[in-house]
């Protein structure tokens, strides 16, 4: 028994995605300021990776109240402590920050926040960073994005032409920023994590662009006089259906790790999911019709070019030997005399045919070797001879026929 499948996608789609570019284009920017005013007013939640301090993960016995223990931890005296549910009511998550005499001060204040706890409550981890090492860690991320954007940017170079490139590294500082916004807007818990989750998306965002990228590279070269924008929307049309599937499966299961994952990397895993979205529009809407903008070359790949195009009958036109002079002799008529006085013969083949006759039907073979200069003639004089015409030696005109 054969198994049918539950959908098919249409192998042929039509759709006219060159056409909302500039609306989609428009939107992106404006989320793309909007995000970089976030940034510079509302800032990331940084986590404890990049502030430095303590993070404690604790489990009371009954569901608490968050802002009234809030108030209770700030008269310990220990500096700004942030408090936030974990998953589950009688689950928290504890930050505060490094304390002055290095790690024995540290590691009291932590003692003094368990001890203000609730009886009963149960320390699940803690983490513990320094202010020099969350520096070096603030660095090392920024670093490997950008990093990371150039050697792809190289690659795609490399690859197609500088055009692609250009879309393509766009493509990937619009997901990258996009999801910054929207971590600095809801204000979500930015860590290593979250950063693994950038460095993820842009591998993500760059293969599914090089795919469509790589269809536009044959359809150019197929196509040679279809317009771009019908090109281009060919190419996305043609690799839709293989975008449809990767995202349906890539978001199975970051849905199935978002859900039963657990709160650990439930970042990561919403990082990733916002970013596949993000990644897969970009690639349709930005890095595509980017190639409109900049105006990518028909004749980029160089195919056509150093072919020499001929023009209508010059490449079965053969060549005519040049003269003694250097030029070309003139054509002449049968029996007229050349330059030097000489009678023009035939010597086994000619140059043309005069209208209303034919070729000769035989194949006549050239010589292999040119026939030796005639020695130049004397031009036939045209004074009238002493004897009478038709008269010999012997005298008399006519000639005696000897029995």
């Excluded at 028994?1 to 042929?12: G, I, S, V």
């Excluded at 790949?301 to 070309?328: D, L, V």
């Excluded at 050349?338 to 000619?350: A, K, M, N």
């Amino acid at each position: 028994m054969l198994l049918k499948p539950l959908f098919r996608l249409p192998q042929k789609m039509n759709f006219h995605f060159v056409k909302y570019f500039k609306l989609c284009f428009g939107l992106s920017v404006a989320a793309l300021i909007a995000t970089v005013v976030l940034l510079f007013t509302q800032g990331l939640n940084f986590g404890i990776d990049f502030k430095g301090g303590t993070l404690m993960q604790v489990q009371t016995p009954a569901a608490v109240d968050a802002s009234a223990l809030r108030t209770t931890l700030h008269r310990l005296g220990i500096g700004e402590i942030q408090l936030q549910n974990f998953g589950r009511n009688d689950e928290l998550l504890i930050r505060f920050p490094e304390q002055e005499g290095g790690p024995d001060a540290q590691k009291a204040a932590a003692d003094k926040v368990l001890a203000a706890l609730p009886a009963g409550t149960k320390e699940l981890r803690r983490e513990q960073v320094g202010s020099t090492v969350s520096k070096e860690l603030i660095e090392s991320a920024i670093w490997a994005v950008i990093f990371t954007n150039l050697v792809i940017f190289a690659y795609v170079w490399f690859r197609f032409e500088w055009q692609f490139a250009l879309g393509a590294v766009v493509s990937l500082i619009h997901d990258v920023t996009m999801t910054l916004g929207v971590w600095s807007l809801f204000q979500l818990d930015f860590d290593l994590t979250v950063v693994a989750a950038l460095l993820t998306i842009l591998g993500y965002s760059i293969n599914d662009t090089v795919v469509i990228y790589d269809r536009i590279r044959e359809n150019l070269r197929k196509y040679k006089r279809m317009t771009l924008r019908d090109l281009l929307d060919l190419s996305v049309n043609e690799t839709m259906s293989r975008t449809i599937m990767t995202v349906g499966t890539v978001m199975m299961a970051l849905i199935a790790l978002y859900l039963f994952g657990g709160e650990v990397i439930r970042g990561f895993t919403f990082a990733m999911l916002f970013g596949v979205l993000v990644g897969t529009y970009s690639s349709v809407y930005i890095a595509a019709p980017f190639l409109i903008m900049i105006g990518v070359k028909r004749d980029w790949s160089g195919i056509e070019k150093g072919k020499a195009r001929p023009g209508r009958g010059e490449a079965n036109r053969a060549p005519i030997p040049a003269g003694a002079n250097g030029r070309p002799p003139r054509p002449l008529p049968a029996g007229a005399p050349d330059e030097d006085g000489v009678l023009t013969q035939s010597i086994g083949f000619s140059a043309t045919i005069p209208l209303g006759e034919t070729a000769p039907p035989q194949d006549i073979e050239k010589p292999a070797s040119p026939l030796p200069a005639a020695a130049p003639r004397k031009p036939p004089s045209h004074k009238a001879s002493k004897r009478g015409r038709g008269q010999g030696k012997g005298g008399g005109g006519r000639s005696k026929r000897r029995g």
